[in-house]
């Protein structure tokens, strides 16, 4: 198995960027796909991106087109999510989640996630 870990998140004003990390310890890294999902207080979890184990391939939802970023670095067991022009819409708990078979915008095919890392953008 795969432990995650996200980090980066924080206050920025509307229109800023920011950029998560999720780190990942286990030695089977490169073989996962990745994803980050977020869930805003009194909602449901939603898919943000999602990226292949080999970094062909990415999904992004529509809220979050054009805005954001999915990529990862396998020699650094890191998955990264680069969010511009954030929006106080954008505000949520990020969570990062890994899995060796699922890929794409379905949370229950997750096998793994993070405790999250909270985002907070101001109007």
């Known amino acids: 198995q795969v432990q995650l870990v996200e980090s980066g998140g924080g206050l920025v004003q509307a229109g800023g960027s920011l950029r998560l990390s999720c780190v990942a310890s286990g030695r089977t890294f490169s073989v996962y796909n990745l994803a980050w999902f977020r869930q805003a207080p009194g909602k449901e979890r939603d898919f943000v991106a999602a990226?292949?184990?080999?970094?062909?391939?990415?999904d992004v939802a529509d809220s979050v087109k054009g805005r954001f970023t999915i990529s990862r670095d396998n020699a650094k067991m890191t998955v990264y999510l680069q969010m511009n022009t954030l929006k106080p819409e954008d505000l949520a708990v990020y969570y990062c989640?890994?899995?060796?078979?699922?890929?794409?915008?379905?949370?229950?095919?997750?096998?793994?996630w993070g405790p999250g890392t909270q985002v907070t953008v101001s109007s």
């Open positions: 989640a890994s899995s060796p078979r699922m890929y794409g915008s379905l949370r229950n095919g997750y096998d793994n």
């Open positions: 990226i292949r184990w080999s970094g062909g391939f990415t």
